[in-house]
Antibody, heavy 116, light 107 residues
Framework: QVQLVQSGAEVKKPGASVKVSCKASGYTFTRYAIHWVRQAPGQRLEWMGWINAGNGNTRYSQKFQDRVTITRDTSATIAYMELSSLRSEDTAVYYC?????????WGQGTLVTVSS | DIQMTQSPSSLSASVGDRVTVTCQASQDITNYLNWYQQKPGKAPKLLIYDASKLETGVPSRFSGSGSGTDFTFTISSLQPEDIATYYCQQYDNLPLTFGGGTKVEIK
């Protein structure tokens, strides 16, 4: 069955970067895009960007354009999301999600805490 | 960006009640709308896609309707396991955007 397993929780200091991984299994990795969505405490879900796992093309939300990088390793079937210049407002659960005609099938989430 | 306005933000209903949630888009999104269920501490789960199509394996008490800018999500007979927060999501345009969520509780 389709599974997306994300890396574990992270604690980072302001100004640092974090890289979250998303291991995909149960389907042909290169056939589906992967999205990254975050959920800050008490806030709505917020789309950050996506990657075409086949050709590696990416598209980012303007809000994160300068700070986020989404990549993938097709041989390992892993997608990555790196967010730089972290600030306290970036404390959130970060989700990867597989795209299927714009419907999202989600990983379990990774809590990133930004604190000095 | 397309703004998604969801209401109510929370509701309390009895087991067996009919529950309705609305989602309004800031512009015409045709039927490019999904509904998700999120239980505490869990990832969202797709329930409805293309505004009204039931995802495989989802109970038939869940339904969706609407097109253009106004959409409705309904639970025909609320069950204890339906306690969750429900979100709409548009995919007419990037960035994908979500409603603010509706927290459903049992009275």
């Amino acid at each position: 069955q389709v599974q997306l397993v994300q890396s574990g929780a992270e604690v980072k200091k302001p100004g640092a970067s974090v890289k979250v991984s998303c291991k995909a299994s149960g389907y042909t990795f290169t056939r589906y895009a992967i999205h990254w969505v975050r959920q800050a405490p008490g806030q709505r879900l917020e789309w950050m960007g996506w990657i075409n796992a086949g050709n590696g093309n990416t598209r980012y939300s303007q809000k994160f354009q300068d700070r986020v990088t989404i990549t993938r390793d097709t041989s390992a079937t892993i997608a990555y999301m790196e967010l730089s210049s972290l600030r306290s407002e970036d404390t959130a659960v970060y989700y990867c999600a597989r795209d299927s005609n714009w419907s999202l099938y989600w990983g379990q989430g990774t809590l990133v805490t930004v604190s000095s | 960006d397309i703004q998604m306005t969801q209401s109510p933000s929370s509701l309390s209903a009895s087991v067996g009640d009919r529950v309705t949630v609305t989602c309004q888009a800031s512009q015409d999104i045709t039927n490019y709308l999904n509904w998700y269920q999120q239980k505490p501490g869990k990832a969202p789960k797709l329930l409805i896609y293309d505004a009204s199509k039931l995802e495989t394996g989802v109970p038939s008490r869940f339904s969706g309707s609407g097109s253009g800018t106004d959409f409705t999500f309904t639970i025909s007979s609320l069950q204890p396991e339906d306690i969750a927060t429900y979100y709409c999501q548009q995919y007419d345009n990037l960035p994908l955007t979500f409603g603010g969520g509706t927290k459903v509780e049992i009275k």
